[in-house]
């Protein structure tokens, strides 16, 4: 509990990680969702079962639970930020497929490509898997930056070789890594050095960003400590919280052509 | 009148964001970790009774303001910080309203050099722990509720630690407590080592369990983070050999801070051992923690296995043993129970022979894990047939609760009385006592605020 970055930030008992728990644990019995929309109060970002004493596998607990809540219909889905209904859209991420994420944006009208880049590296070099052609994806969001595609040695070589470039370089901005990011050195190699590194959660994953808006969004304001510049971040989903909190907030692909 | 005024108002006080009515905010305060609602609840069927309401308030004045408005609209009032007692002493029956403690949860210092510092009632133990640990210095307060207890809890409910042995309850730590009592408002107790001016207000409040008034803050006293820490375990024969040797030890002001004696059968279900296992943990200045340990080792023996480390390292694993009881069709209870030297092994012994015959319950044994000069305290755990738990749940209660008391014990060490204990306070108290609590709690609330829950 005291590491959960949404409980200690927004101090909502119900987003405490063995509250949530619970919670996914009553509607697993009752099946009644009423009692279990706080399973959107959780980003996923594991630290609960970091620092559990026992290593409760919490985070994977709760994200089955949050696949059972479907499409609530007290709710109208909204349209994802500087996306359309009917896209395609790829993720790429070295964790496999996260089922309530993939469930969210299908809901939200996506056409949704996860790729697993630990499966899919090693499928495609030998030789299982044909190319992805990334080209043919309206939306590309990128957690593994180290991530080979295509024979490139990362998808920021891969965005060189096809002509692409940095359109766009910021004098000076904050690094944000979201939870099971580590690397930068693409961004840096691109961007130049970030003035500070943050790894805070931004309240942005889960679908809490969608369902939960204000907790999201009050997390996201937090961030950057109240510093103006602007953030990079490597989420995609980060990036619409930081915006939402009115934060200049872009991802990788939102600096290149 | 009524919730809907109460509720109005104090939208105006603390905001709508922090007053909650959807079922699943309600959920978070449901229950504690009574194990018989979690019995319930697993077996299904039952829920525990939802608040109707809960408020979030995010000042001392705001606390205020709340108990103000609860008395003046009869609404009734259950404090909830982190929800980890074990005798449903957090929540309330027909309706009530949870008032949650959680952002209340400030940790600085008010005196630095005497180690005393400012917590408030919702920051987590685990909070400010890490807080004094960064500063070189520690409460030692480490109950098994330690990743999700909070301080207004545990003084609420006269908590104990791990290492009680050596560094006392949590109303040695108290030395100053601030309360909204209802119809008085804030109640601040200054912080001193000791006083003597008529009732000693901070403990008056200490172990209320909530029934006197609201616990905002404190005032606690850290200690110095020791220099050396060593675990050290024995293997005795038998549990009643143990407690002896350890008796020795604790009268010659010797014994570890952190001290466990473990009877036969927990020995055997925890540790495999043949015997009862005897763990500790010596605390200090390096080189006394040496000097002590060797006197440990003169009066018990030559240490043994590494009990210690095993436990150590598995103390707060509460969640595995409650599944596999679960799975295999039991509920569990622990009931902790407390006498002096000499009564403490006829106390042990009445209690295995008065629940040996009950029908639907397991013992599955005891260990003594908080040690005075004057006696100890002695932690049962049983397995009840999941079933028919309702039934055997209070028939058991009842035996343990009068063979404690008739072979002289007390019925009650650290739990507090919940919705459990107080149907036999009076074997502990008398009938003049149990009149005696009533009375002040009928002065200090009038209006039974605060008396929507706990039994007393």
């Known amino acids: 509990m005291s590491k959960c970055p949404v409980y200690t930030t927004i101090r909502v008992r119900a987003s405490a990680p063995h509250v949530i728990a619970r919670a996914g644990l009553k509607l697993s019995r009752s099946g009644d969702p009423s009692e279990a929309l706080n399973l959107y109060l959780c980003t996923g970002c594991g630290s609960c079962e970091a620092t559990c004493p026992v290593n409760n596998p919490l985070p994977e607990a709760i994200r089955a639970s949050r696949a059972r809540l479907g499409k609530p219909d007290f709710e109208e889905a909204k349209p994802l930020y500087m996306a359309g209904r009917g896209d395609k859209m790829l993720i790429v991420s070295p964790k496999r497929l996260d089922e309530s994420t993939a469930e969210v944006l299908a809901g939200l009208g996506y056409s949704v490509y996860w790729l697993d880049t630990t499966w899919y590296t090693l499928a495609y070099w030998s030789g299982l898997n044909p190319r992805i052609n990334i080209q043919s994806f309206s939306i590309v969001i990128s957690e593994d930056l180290d991530a080979p595609i295509n024979g490139a040695s990362s998808p920021l070589e891969l965005l060189e070789k096809t002509g692409i470039s940095v359109r766009r370089r910021l004098d000076k901005y904050i690094l944000h890594l979201p939870c099971k990011a580590g690397n930068i050195g693409d961004v840096v190699d691109a961007l130049g050095q970030p003035k500070a590194v943050v790894r805070t959660c931004s309240g942005a994953g889960g679908g809490m960003l969608h369902y939960m808006e204000k907790y999201s969004v009050k997390m996201a304001s937090l961030v950057a400590g109240g510093c103006t510049m602007p953030i990079v971040t490597l989420c995609r989903w980060s990036q619409m919280a930081f915006r939402k909190a009115g934060l200049e907030a872009y991802t990788l692909l939102d600096l290149v052509a | ?456």
């Not at chain 2, 959680?102 to 008010?110: I, P, Q």
Request: glycine share 12%.
């Open chain 2, 1 to 456: 009148m009524g919730l809907k005024g109460f509720l109005e108002a104090v939208r105006k006080v603390v905001g709508s964001d922090w007053v909650y009515t959807e079922p699943w905010m309600l959920v978070a305060y449901e229950r504690d970790y009574w194990p018989l609602y979690v019995a319930l609840e697993a077996r299904g069927g039952v829920s525990p009774e939802k608040p109707v309401a809960a408020v979030v308030p995010g000042s001392e004045e705001e606390a205020v303001l709340i108990v103000e408005e609860a008395v003046r609209q009869g609404v009734k009032l259950v404090p909830y910080s982190g929800g980890t007692g074990v005798l449903g002493g957090a929540t309330g029956k027909g309706e009530w309203v949870a008032l949650d403690l959680g952002r209340l949860n400030w940790v600085e210092w008010h005196d630095p050099i005497g180690g005393v510092v400012y917590v408030g009632a919702g920051a987590l133990l685990v909070e400010v722990e890490e807080w004094l640990n960064e500063r070189g210095w520690t409460l030692r307060h480490v109950p098994q509720s330690y990743p999700t207890a909070m301080i207004g809890g545990l003084i609420a409910t006269r908590s104990i630690g791990q290492y009680s042995t050596g560094y006392g309850g949590i109303e040695d730590r108290v030395k100053g407590v601030r309360v909204v009592v209802p119809g008085h408002g804030l109640v601040a107790v200054k912080p001193a080592p000791r006083r003597s001016l008529l009732i000693p207000l901070e403990q008056l409040f200490t172990g209320s369990e909530g029934r006197l008034g609201v616990i905002t803050g404190a005032y606690l006293e850290a200690l110095r983070l020791p220099e050396c820490s060593k675990p050290i375990s024995w293997l005795f024969g038998s549990f009643r050999e143990a407690l002896d040797a350890v008796r020795i030890l604790v009268q010659s002001r010797v014994a570890p801070e952190l001290l466990r004696v473990y009877d036969e059968a927990e020995s055997s279900i925890y540790f495999n051992a043949d015997g009862s296992v005897l763990l500790g943990v010596v605390e200090g200045d390096c080189r006394l923690v040496e000097d002590r340990i060797e006197i440990a080792v003169g009066v018990l023996g030559e240490p043994e296995a590494s009990y210690a480390e095993k436990w150590l390292k598995e103390r707060f694993n509460v969640i595995g043993p409650i599944r596999e009881a679960f799975n295999a069709g039991y509920a569990f209870e622990t009931i902790e129970v407390s006498a002096t030297w000499g009564h403490l092994y006829d106390v042990y012994r009445s209690i295995i022979d008065s629940v040996s015959s009950l029908n639907g319950v397991l013992i599955v044994g005891a260990h003594a894990g908080h040690f005075y000069s004057s006696g100890a305290a002695i932690y049962f755990t049983f397995l009840l047939n999941i079933e028919n738990v309702e039934h055997v749940y209070w028939t058991l209660w009842d035996r343990v609760m009068n063979a404690a008391s008739n072979s002289g014990g007390s019925i009650g060490h650290h739990h507090g009385v919940g919705r459990v204990r107080g149907r036999w306070l009076d074997l502990e108290y008398g009938l003049a006592g149990v009149g005696v609590i009533k009375r002040i709690e009928e002065c200090l609330d009038r209006e039974g605020v605060l008396r929507g829950g706990t039994n007393g």
